[in-house]
C-alpha cells in the first residue's frame, strides 16, 4: 500500500518534491507517496502474482507514451514485491545489456537484487543479500528453538553442492553464505564477486551459452536463500532497439523469447518479469518475430479497444497491459493525484492553503483531461503543479490560477521536461 508523506523522514520528502517539480521522473520514494490511479491494479495485480498464494511467474509487457507513467508503475510493482517478501531486480535495457550479451545482461540482474532489508539499493547488493539471507535464517532457527549456528553452517555447506550454472557458481554462493555467517566482510564481497563472474573472459559462444546458464540459475539462487520467486523489472525496452538495426532488434526479441520460455517459465524455478516498452512496440516490432509474438498474444484482446469494459482482475491476468488502463486520464484521476501532490507539498511547506490549492487542482484537472491535449500529459501535470505551488509559496501569494493560465503552465512544463530529458541524455 501507499505510505503517507508522514511515513517518510523529511529528506526522503524533499528529495521527492524537489524530482517531482524539476523532472517529474519516476523514483521509489515518489513510487511509495503517489499510487493515485494504479492502486487498484496494484492490489489485483499482488494478489494474483505476488501473494502466498500467487503465481509468482509469468512475462508481462506494459505499454504506454513516454511520461505516461510506465516507469513509476514498475517502481510501484518493486515495492508491492519487495514487500511481498521478494527479490527484485531493477533494469533498464539499455545499460544491462539485454540483447547485446546474455552474460552480462544476467550479470546485472544480479548485481541490482534488492529485499525488503535494503530497499534503496546501494552499491554493494550482492553482499546486502547475502547477508540478509543469513539473517533470516538465524531468525527462523532461533524460533524453531534450535541453535542457529550449526544450522547456518549444514545450510552453508548444502549451498556448494547445488546444480546451478555456470560452473563455480553454487561454490561461491556457499562460500559467500559462510563468509557472512561468519561476518567476515572482506571474504564476502571477495565470493560475491566469485558468483557475478567478475572479470571473467568468455568467447562470443561462451557468453551465449554461459549467459543462458546463468539467467536460469538466478531465480533458483533466490528461493536457496529464502525469499520468495524472483521478479525482474525491465525498462525502456525500446531504447535496446530505437535506431539500432535489424540484427540489433532481432537478437533483442531473441532474448525476450529466452526470458519467457527459460527464465519466466522455466522448468526449474520460474519468476515473474515486467518489460516495458513504447506504445507502438506491440505489435510492430514483436510482428518481425512470430514465435515471440504467439507468446505475447491475447487472442482478441491485443488492442485498448478489444479491452474497453474489462475488470482489473481480468486485465492482470493477460500478458499486455497499457499504462493508461491502471491511470486514465480523466478529471477524477487528475483531481485524486493533484491531492496527494498538495498532501505532499504541506509537508515540505507548512505554509500551504489547503482550500486555495484544491480549487487550483480541479483548474490544472480540467486542464490536463481535456480532450484539447492531443498527448498523454501525467508527468507534465505533475510538474506544472508543482512549479506553480512553489511559485505561490515563495511569492506569498496563494491564488487560484485561471483555465489559460493551467494550459500555458502544461506547455512550460512540456518545453522544460523535454530540455531535461535532452540534457540528460546528452549528459551535459
Known amino acids: 500500500m501507499p505510505v503517507e508523506p508522514t511515513d517518510l523522514d ?9 524530482q517531482l517539480r524539476t523532472s517529474g521522473q519516476a523514483s521509489p520514494n515518489i513510487a511509495r507517496l503517489l499510487q493515485v490511479g494504479v492502486g487498484q491494479f496494484l492490489d489485483a495485480f499482488s494478489e494474483e502474482y505476488l501473494g502466498s498464494a500467487g503465481l509468482g511467474q509469468g512475462m508481462k509487457i506494459v505499454l504506454g507514451a513516454n511520461g505516461e507513467g510506465k516507469t513509476h508503475l514498475l517502481y510501484c510493482l518493486r515495492e508491492r514485491a519487495l514487500l511481498a517478501g521478494h527479490a527484485v531486480s531493477y533494469v533498464e535495457a539499455t545499460s544491462s545489456g ?42 527462523a532457527a532461533e524460533a524453531a528453538g534450535l541453535d542457529p549456528q550449526p544450522v547456518l553452517n549444514a545450510w552453508a555447506r548444502g549451498l556448494k553442492n547445488k546444480d546451478l550454472y555456470p560452473h563455480g557458481l553454487s561454490e561461491a554462493l556457499g562460500s559467500a553464505v559462510t563468509a557472512a555467517i561468519d561476518e567476515d566482510d572482506d571474504a564476502l564481497r571477495t565470493h560475491a564477486s566469485e558468483m557475478a563472474f567478475e572479470g571473467v573472459r568468455l568467447t562470443k559462444a561462451q557468453a551465449e551459452q554461459g549467459g543462458a546458464q546463468f539467467l536460469g540459475s538466478l531465480p533458483i539462487v533466490v528461493r536457496l536463500l529464502g525469499f520468495q520467486s524472483l521478479v525482474i523489472l525491465v525498462d525502456e525496452a525500446e531504447l535496446a532497439v530505437e535506431k539500432q538495426g535489424k540484427q540489433r532488434r532481432e537478437r533483442f526479441l531473441k532474448a525476450l523469447r529466452f526470458l519467457n520460455d527459460h527464465v519466466a517459465n522455466g522448468d526449474r524455478s520460474p519468476c515473474l518479469i515486467v518489460t516495458c516498452c513504447s506504445s507502438d512496440f506491440w505489435p510492430d516490432q514483436f510482428l518481425h518475430y512470430e514465435a515471440l509474438y504467439q507468446r505475447l498474444d491475447d487472442p482478441g484482446r491485443n488492442t485498448p479497444e478489444d479491452r474497453r469494459g474489462l475488470k482489473t482482475r481480468t486485465l492482470v491476468k493477460l500478458t499486455k497491459l497499457w499504462v493508461h488502463e491502471t491511470f486514465r486520464g480523466d478529471l477524477q484521476d487528475y483531481s485524486a493525484l493533484g491531492a496527494a501532490i498538495v498532501a505532499l507539498a504541506a509537508r515540505v511547506h507548512r505554509d500551504v492553503d489547503r482550500d486555495v490549492q484544491a480549487k487550483n487542482i480541479e483548474v490544472f484537472a ?30 506569498e501569494s496563494q491564488h487560484v490560477v485561471a483555465d489559460q493560465e493551467a494550459f500555458k503552465a502544461l506547455d512550460a512544463a512540456i518545453q522544460s521536461i523535454q530540455e531535461h530529458d535532452e540534457t540528460t541524455d546528452t549528459g551535459a
Open 10 to 18: 523529511p529528506l526522503a520528502l524533499r528529495q521527492a518534491w524537489s
Open 98 to 139: 539485454l540483447g547485446e550479451s546474455q552474460f552480462s545482461f544476467a550479470q546485472q540482474v544480479l548485481r541490482r537484487i534488492e529485499t525488503s532489508e535494503f530497499m534503496d539499493g546501494g552499491d554493494a547488493r550482492i553482499p546486502a543479500l547475502i547477508r540478509a539471507a543469513v539473517a533470516r535464517k538465524r531468525k
Open 366 to 395: 480540467r486542464a490536463a483531461s481535456s480532450r484539447g491535449l492531443l498527448r498523454p500529459v501525467k508527468r507534465y501535470f505533475i510538474k506544472a503543479l508543482c512549479v506553480e505551488l512553489e511559485a505561490q509559496i515563495d511569492n
